[in-house]
Nanobody, 115 residues
Framework: QVQLVESGGGLVQPGGSLRLSCAAS????????MGWYRQAPGKQRELVAG???????NYADSVKGRFTISRDNAKNTVYLQMNSLKPEDTAVYYC?????????WGQGTQVTVSS
């Protein structure tokens, strides 16, 4: 059974930082590309950052220079370090991966940026 479990969300002031984690099980994690997405109220889910099995990364323009995606294959975990947070970063953050033709999602973790 494939499972992705996100953690690390919370309430933070503008300019603050958070680190999200996504622990994977049921997959050969080291061979999988992983992604972080977010969905704000009333908006579509959007890609935030992705990392390949080889460690190559890509980012949405809105988070470049502020967010960093990384992975620890020994811990089957992908991270999203978020710095200089803005109110517009407020959303539910999800990690995902692809299993054959099926996209697997975690349950999400809420990030709220507010003073």
């Amino acid at each position: 059974q494939v499972q992705l479990v996100e953690s690390g969300g919370g309430l933070v002031q503008p300019g603050g930082s958070l680190r999200l984690s996504c622990a994977a099980s049921g997959i050969i994690f080291s061979m999988k590309a992983m992604g972080w997405y977010r969905q704000a109220p009333g908006k579509q889910r959007e890609l935030v950052a992705g990392i390949t099995s080889a460690g190559s990364t890509n980012y949405a323009d809105s988070v470049k220079g502020r967010f960093t995606i990384s992975r620890d294959n020994a811990k089957n975990t992908v991270y999203l370090q978020m710095n200089s947070l803005k109110p517009e970063d407020t959303a539910v953050y999800y990690c995902n991966t692809l299993l054959a033709v099926q996209v697997i999602w975690g349950q999400g973790t809420q990030v709220t940026v507010s003073s």
